[in-house]
């Protein structure tokens, strides 16, 4: 499967070429329409849903932010069709987190700055030990955003004091998520998390939790079944009362740890996609992480 992914990844960066020159051509030929539609706005690109959520809020309506991850689909090793990645090109700014992430957005950095679009790697020099979760630290996510809102300046100064405004109010958000979780946290008895996944290892290590993950950094390193022994004998010995699985990879892996080491099952979000349920719901990347928060109080008191 790996072997077809990069495989995959090479045809994708040569078909993108003869799309290029197609939506290049029907770039200079667009027709804005009246001030203030959406013909005068500018267009920015996202990999993928909390870099979307944070740029939407920075720039409200004076610019189209499309995120290229569709509804519903996990993130990790998720690549976009050739179509998607020219339709990049069209834009004013591409906005992606960084490596082990969204891999391939690094391929076409350079070619994008040599057609005009301004790129930022967000996540550059946040990411450690090949971690991407980065988002899940409120005070890395808030740092996530200030980058982006720089970004967003430097291509429509004009617009800068409605964009300062935004991110001022969403910088005091970051403070008070922050805020909950530790007075919420600080007190609770328990401290390890078994997760689905380890996307939490940010998080927990900002408010003193440890983390016990069933697969790797991507849902898809699955344990061993002697992995899932030792796992088993480990929620046991600690006296694991939940075991945490998530919306957008499977739960049979927690609840077969969690049916045999006689504990219960509750989601934590890693928030790295929404489900159309979650989106139609109207839950954003703060709703979501105040029930992961209400999820971890229930389960480490």
């Known amino acids: 499967m790996k072997t077809w992914r990069k495989l995959c990844?090479?045809?994708?960066?040569?078909?993108?070429?003869?799309l290029i020159l197609f939506t290049g051509g029907c770039r200079g030929s667009e027709n804005p329409s009246a001030p203030g539609s959406?013909?005068?706005?500018?267009?920015?690109?996202?990999?993928?849903?909390?870099?979307?959520?944070?740029?939407k809020k920075i720039v409200g309506d004076r610019a189209m932010v499309e995120n290229l991850q569709p509804v519903g689909v996990e993130p990790h090793d998720y690549e976009p069709s050739p179509r998607q990645v020219a339709s990049i090109y069209t834009g004013k700014l591409f906005i992606f987190l960084g490596e082990p992430m969204d891999t391939w957005a690094k391929k076409i950095e350079g070619q994008l700055q040599e057609k005009g679009v301004v790129t930022l790697e967000a996540g550059q020099g946040l990411i450690e030990n090949n971690d991407p979760h980065i988002w899940l630290d409120p005070l890395l996510a808030r740092e996530l955003a200030r980058r982006i809102y720089e970004a967003v300046v430097a291509i429509d100064g004009d617009n800068k004091g409605y964009y300062e405004k935004n991110f001022h109010e969403l910088e005091?958000?970051?403070a008070s998520l922050d805020r909950q979780y530790r007075e919420a946290l600080a007190g609770v008895t328990g401290k390890d998390i078994v997760t689905s996944h380890a996307a939490f290892g940010y998080l927990a290590r900002r408010y003193g939790l440890n983390q016990i993950p069933i697969s790797g950094l991507s849902p898809?390193?699955?344990?061993?079944?002697?992995?899932?022994?030792?796992?088993?004998?480990?929620?046991?010995?600690?006296?694991?009362?939940?075991?945490?699985?998530?919306?957008?990879?499977?739960?049979?892996?927690?609840?077969?740890l969690a049916r045999e080491a006689g504990a219960g099952t509750l989601v934590l979000n890693p928030i790295g996609g929404l489900t159309r349920e979650e989106m139609e719901a109207g839950k954003d990347y703060f709703s979501i992480m105040a029930e992961n928060l209400a999820a971890l109080k229930k389960a480490l008191e």
Do not use: H, N, W
């Open 9 to 18: 990844s090479a045809v994708l960066v040569l078909l993108i070429f003869g």
């Open 38 to 55: 959406t013909g005068d706005l500018i267009k920015i690109y996202t990999t993928f849903y909390p870099l979307y959520d944070f740029t």
């Open 172 to 174: 005091q958000k970051f």
């Open 220 to 256: 898809q390193q699955e344990p061993s079944a002697q992995q899932m022994v030792e796992l088993i004998t480990l929620c046991r010995s600690k006296g694991i009362k939940y075991i945490f699985f998530e919306t957008l990879a499977s739960p049979k892996l927690a609840e077969t």
